[in-house]
């Protein structure tokens, strides 16, 4: 949906190369380090990488992007020499079409204190076609060996200016000296947002004045105007160079519960907001959140097909009929289009073929189906609303821009409160989401034109409860255990288990579940999805007791204890994400012969992290001669921002450490 | 070896037929899909042109049988699929979807492997919006390449039951000879005809199979027919085959030497390396480490070259190639060096030690590895990983059938594994207990064979950093555990993985209210895999590659703690293997752990898994064994 802007008059370019690296010199202190000094863990490291961007312009074409990319890597062992391959992938749609041309690469190896160079061949450069979107061009690197460096060079032409590729500032691998130049031509006017978590280093400006000749035939239908061209003319136009630079960039590193690091990986984006002539605004493009709302509203790929109904209608009367609640007509709804339109696994937040071929075809994209749920919620007379979302994988949308958002779903609002609502995955309920959907917020696009932003994380927390009733006979443990889910639990279960037969089911929960013998289980209102499931067990266990002298020592909380902190190493520097508040409790009844005495329990403790992140409650309870034990742990925010990552691991060590303490028995 | 491994398979398809039941009323029963019918018609028409075409009808009937809504239509420069189409019913019966070959998305299959193959994929998928649904299809097919012949494989999937399935091979007669190759034939029922000409089979009434755990794959139990015939066309290239020796010198001849290019001057390089060694394995050993220092793995697969190494001067020049290249390029280099080297053939894969079969002359296999003739002890060498030691036996291609090519000959082989001894992990610790129940110490890791493997694709080439975070990870389960210092070495000398680490945990034995302490003996090795139940078990299990685990922990107590008492030793023998503890007091207030166990390979019937079982729950509670600590 990105669209070309055609203009009618050209710019030739002219690229002003300023720089210290230059294609070829490569150093032997280079060839020869034998580690990054900063970080010796770096397989490889990217000693310099440039982009410059200009734009060009042709008559057929319009303004395209001219963006010369160079690198320079240094791969200092085996585990680096995937670094080697490239892939470029160039999209097309309609006639339009990235291209990439000049590739060039070149190794160099050293060999008895001399120089080798070895040049990638034309031959090894290759366009696999991917599918009717895009191809990839991929090449690998020859003659590599730990200490060679590389170099690659190409030119890569696109179309789609509205938002320029991101400019990289971080990668998986150090970066010691990056220059990345765009020359912006005065009618173009971009929005500019960093993003990343280390301290970004600020664009120099630069101005200069340029002077293009340019032919022009005939006349040009653009959309931004009926433009009319003849002969030859030149143009004088001022040019804003953005100089970015940056050197000794630390590479970015996978951390557990991270989500996507790619969201903190730093970077500068780019998005067009306004045309200009002389000073004049020519087009506006999306510059606050209310244009987004406006363009998508009068979007007939978007905001035109939420008013689509007839080809429903028929279907849905009767669905509805004798329904009068709002939560049950979003019920019946939701699960009217899950079963109507199928999601075909492309995201996207524009319909590919309308809403009604849609729903005819069976299948869509995810616009394809929320936009029809949409429409039918508005249909039956519900107060809805699309909501644009960015999903994990696509990143946090940083300015006010529709190509930030690759995802719709929908919100309702009722009594005072709203549902948020997404028909692709069959197991959703409402509030109740894919995990892809939980990225921090949404933009509302309200019906009169105006946005508003929604906390995307579920507000209830899940809850996993577990009852066991066990029994310690002295040579085992055996008993029954029932755990019941809720919300954001439900969906995941739902996800695993449905389409099992009964031994399927027992087996695969057996397998869960360890120390362990799971004789049968049961679980109920599984494909029920209105309702919590309840996962029943009957078990026995040689585990969680051990005879040391004339005492037993047991685990209490049997399966259900945490063995391990999922939180090992010290420092974090992104959020945790759970994506939800939750909550787990266990209750176990476990009884004793009669010819023990107790002699020993845990106590009790309550501990709470700060500013109510969590709780954890646990208490042991005697009975006579059956012990009653209590465990909660409740988290209640859905993501836990890093300052707190040492309290989180300290709280899962307590936690840890409590649920571990034995019961002590001793022979009457 | 032979002899061995061939009697133990046709056991297992004798117990196989108790195993099935071709009962037609239980045919449905449990099954995830039913094929109604399932027709694969081929037609040789000549060495250079084969026509297939297949007509099936499968119900779904839950969400596990939904891959069969995935048509998946492979092609590439050497066949045109003629036409494709399919169609959807609903569970009444009413025709819901009719897809053409227009509707078929066209991608590229390449995967993540590859860097480049032009061979591509027409698929199609179907979303059901409800179950049962049935999903008919038929395609056409015309294939140059006649050098694989589709197999027949009716029970291809689990849980699926077969109402029938038919297989027809057409051929001109006085033009080719043809081979068969029948599996598991005997224990289903199964409708064969054989004239001259055409071949045919069918099969009808299949209830779902299932692989249970530690069970053989649907392969190894369910039916299935391959054919080969003697003269074939691949990619450009006509061949011959009827003998493993014909097929052999074909390849040579034709795919191979052609390639060898070496230039003069690695040549002369590599002899140069060599010329004073006079060891023909020694020599090896230095072509081999030299090929694993320049080259890395890239797949590029472009017409002849899925079937046909690169030239060795590329590989050379290029420093890169697929299996077949590499392995290749090191015969090359290894003929400079004068050392016999053979290019070998084999089904890869750590899992299943899948065999070529040697009853059927054809191209089989997915993977390249070099033979080194050795008198008793002939080596196989993995070209494709730089970091295995020369001589190791590599789990990936171990102890199976492989098809060795020679000049003008071509031999089926067996590889080399190792024995359980063999894949040994040593591991030796000293600690202190702190009185407040932190432990302190250092431990060495030692391993080999298979078990080298592991700590090797675990441990190796990472920084101290990410070392540390491997080995909190491996060691996990111990409380706020501190790594002050890690090495790891990869001795491939010695083929031996060291790794040394001092650590710290907190509380690592829990306090009781009275003062006392209890503590785990095993500190870094706790063995706890149980398979799970399985009470209606229907297949055979196995172990597929035996492994001891030898460890020994000296713990220095609190001085003002002592043991309230020593556990008695447990020694325990069975066909499963051994597993043997010992605990002693040694002077200074230190405790002694010593534990050995062996597991056996071996492939056991049925009603041996429940005794396995309690075998693995004894070494469980075993492995756990807690002392209590007194003051």
Known sequence: ?668 | MRFLFTFLYLGWSIFALQAQNTVSETTEKDADAIITFDDLDIELVNRSKMIIRRKASITVLNKKGDHFSSLILFYDTQNRIKDVRAEIYDKEGNLIKKIQKSDFEDLSATDHQTLYSDDRVLYYKYLPNDYPYTIRYEYEMINKNTAFIPAWHPVASSGTAVKKSTYSFRYPDSSFEVQKLEKNLDTFNVYRSSEPGWIRYMISDISPIRRETLGPPLEEVTPWVKIAIDKFYLAGKEGEAGSWKKLGAWMYDKLLKPRNNLPESTVSAIRKMVQNISDPMERAKVVYEYMQKKTRYINVAIGIGGWQPMRTADVDRLGYGDCKALTYYTLSLMEAAGVEAYYTVVYAGSSYKKNIEKDLVAIQGNHAILCLPNENDTIWLECTNHKLPFGHKNSFTDDRDVWVVMPGDGKIRHTDTYSPEENLLEIEGEFELAENGDLKGKAKWQSYGTQYENFLSYFDALSPDELKKHAKEYLGYLHNLNISEIEATNNKNEKKFELDIALSAEHYATENPDGSMIMNLNVLNRNNFVPKREPDRKTSFEILRGYKDSDTYIIRLPSAYRPESLPQPVRIENQFGKYIVEIEELPGNRIKYSRIIILNKGKYPKDLYEKYRKFRKKIRKLENIKILLIK
């Not at chain 1, 031509?185 to 960093?194: K, L």
């Not at chain 1, 039918?376 to 821009?401: C, Q, R, W």
């Open chain 1, 1 to 668: 949906m990105k669209k070309l802007i055609v203009l009618g008059f050209g710019l030739l370019f002219f690229s002003i190369h300023a720089q210290t690296y230059k294609f070829g010199k490569v150093s032997k202190s280079e060839l020869s380090e034998k580690q990054y000094p900063s970080d010796t863990s770096a397989h490889a490291t990217i000693l310099y990488m440039e982009r410059i961007s200009t734009y060009n312009f042709s008559p057929d074409k319009g303004f395209y992007l001219n963006e010369e990319y160079y690198m320079r890597l240094k791969i200092y062992n085996k585990e680096g020499f995937d670094k080697a391959t490239v892939e470029i992938p160039v999209f097309h749609s309609e006639g339009e079409t990235e291209k990439v041309t000049g590739i060039k690469g070149v190794t160099y190896n050293l060999q008895n204190g001399k120089i080798i160079k070895t040049k990638l061949s034309k031959d090894a450069v290759f366009k696999e076609k991917k599918n009717k979107y895009y191809d990839i061009y991929k090449f690998t690197l020859p003659d590599i060996k730990p200490g060679s460096v590389v170099e690659w060079k190409y030119t890569f032409q696109t179309p789609y200016i509205k938002s320029l590729d991101e400019v990289v500032l971080q990668e998986d691998i150090p970066i010691k000296k990056l220059l990345t130049k765009i020359y912006i031509p005065e009618f173009f006017v971009y929005n500019i947002q960093y993003k990343g978590y280390l301290p970004v280093p600020s664009i120099k400006k630069d101005y200069k004045t340029r002077r293009a000749n340019f032919v022009y035939d005939d006349m040009v239908n653009a959309p931004l105007g009926y433009q009319k061209v003849h002969g030859n003319a030149a143009l004088e136009f001022k040019e804003e160079i953005n100089i970015i630079e940056t050197a000794n960039v630390p590479a970015i590193k996978k951390e557990p519960y991270a989500g996507n690091i790619n969201n903190y990986k730093s970077g500068i984006l780019y998005e067009l907001a306004q045309f200009k002539r002389d000073n004049q605004i020519i087009k506006n493009y999306t510059t606050t959140w209310k244009d987004v709302a406006k363009n998508l509203k009068d979007n007939s790929d978007f905001g035109k097909q939420i008013h689509k109904t007839k080809h429903f209608e028929d279907d849905l009367d009767p669905v509805l009929s004798g329904l009068s609640t709002p939560e049950e007509k979003i019920s019946a709804i939701l699960e009217f289009v899950k079963n109507k339109v199928k999601w075909n696994e492309y995201y996207g937040k524009y319909s590919e073929n309308g809403i009604a071929q849609a729903y005819k075809k069976g299948k869509g994209n995810v616009a394809d189906v929320n936009l029809n749920l949409l429409a039918m919620l508005k249909y039956a007379g519900l107060d809805a609303e699309p909501v644009l979302v960015s999903t994990i994988n696509h990143g946090i949308p940083m300015f006010p821009t529709e190509s930030g958002f690759n995802y719709v779903i929908a919100k309702v609002n009722f009594n005072g409160k709203h549902v948020l609502l997404d028909a692709t995955e069959k197991y959703s309920l409402p509030d109740v989401l894919p995990e892809r959907v939980y990225n921090f917020h949404g933009l509302v696009i309200k019906d009169d034109g105006t946005t508003d932003w929604v906390d995307l994380y579920p507000k209830q927390h899940s809850i996993r409860q577990t009852r066991i009733i066990a029994q310690f006979t002295g040579d085992e443990i055996k008993g029954i255990g029932r755990t019941t889910l809720s919300n954001n639990f439900l969906l995941s279960y739902r996800k695993k288990a449905i389409g099992k037969n009964k031994d399927e089911l027992r087996k695969w929960i057996d397998e869960r579940i360890e120390e362990v013998d799971v004789l049968n289980a049961r679980v109920s209102n599984l494909e029920n999805l209105s309702k919590k499931i309840t996962e029943t067990i009957q078990f026995e266990t040689e585990s969680f007791f051990e005879e040391i002298g004339d005492k037993i020592y047991i685990t209490p909380l049997l399966y259900k204890r945490k063995k391990e902190n999922p939180f090992k190493s010290e420092e974090r520097h992104f959020p945790v994400f759970f994506n939800k508040p939750w909550a787990e409790s266990i209750n176990v009844q476990l009884s004793i012969p009669e010819d023990y005495n107790i002699e020993n329990i845990p106590a009790p403790v309550e501990y709470a992290m700060p500013d109510e992140i969590g709780v954890f409650s646990y208490s042991v309870t005697p009975k006579g001669n059956t012990l009653i034990i209590k465990s909660t742990i409740v988290i209640n925010h859905p993501v836990i921002q890093k300052a707190h990552y040492k309290d989180l691991k300290e709280f899962y060590n307590k936690i840890i450490l409590k649920q571990n303490e034995k019961i002590i028995l001793k022979h009457k």
